[in-house]
């Protein structure tokens, strides 16, 4: 696993799933979180980073939360920051993302399916624990991964924020 920065900026928004947080590193944005309290998604932050300084910066991102604000509202295009992504994770975690990142919007994959697709399917409860350590909602889409019956199962942001995610983008796909 990588070393986690030691500073982070951040700044706090509102969207139609609640609230968002925006985190970037020296590397890029380091996290992109969901919430219902600005308070709470700051501490969440400092749980993934806890020797990390955080420093809030509305003017500095502004311009990146307006990208991802409007990329909530419209999840089937390309999301062009200014800070690349720099999710820190371990290898398998950086792989079953990358992977994930693959599901087009509009469509679901299950964690069997994933597991398959990463080479590994034996680690299906790894894969899960990989998605759950996502630092990058909604980018790289751990809602679009759903039970091996199709149910939808936990996500870290509220199973709730998980329906109303997948429901938009098949609206938005035409599905």
């Known amino acids: 696993m990588q070393t986690l920065p030691d500073h982070l900026r951040y700044t706090t928004g509102h969207c ?3 609230g968002f947080l925006l985190a970037v590193c020296a590397a ?3 996290a992109i979180l969901l919430g219902d309290d600005d308070g709470a998604m700051v501490a969440d932050l400092q749980q993934r ?6 420093e809030e910066d509305r003017t500095g991102l502004q311009q990146d939360m307006q ?3 409007h990329y909530v509202d419209h999840p089937l295009g390309k999301l062009n920051l200014q800070h690349p992504l720099a999710a820190h994770g371990s290898a398998f975690q950086k792989k ?3 992977e994930l990142a693959k599901v087009p919007a509009g469509q679901t994959i299950t964690y069997t399916e994933l597991a398959k697709r990463i080479g590994n399917p034996a680690a299906v409860r790894a894969v899960a624990g990989a998605c759950a350590a996502n630092p990058l909602a909604m980018v790289v889409p751990c809602h679009r991964v759903l039970r091996s019956d199709g149910g939808i199962s936990g996500y870290r942001w509220g199973v709730e924020r998980k329906k109303k995610l997948i429901e938009l983008e098949r609206r938005l796909a035409g599905g």
């Not at 980073?49 to 955080?54: D, E, G, Q, R, V």
């Open 16 to 18: 139609q799933f609640g």
């Open 28 to 30: 890029g944005t380091a």
């Open 49 to 54: 980073f806890p020797k990390a300084t955080l």
């Open 67 to 69: 990208t991802l604000l």
């Open 96 to 98: 079953v993302w990358a």
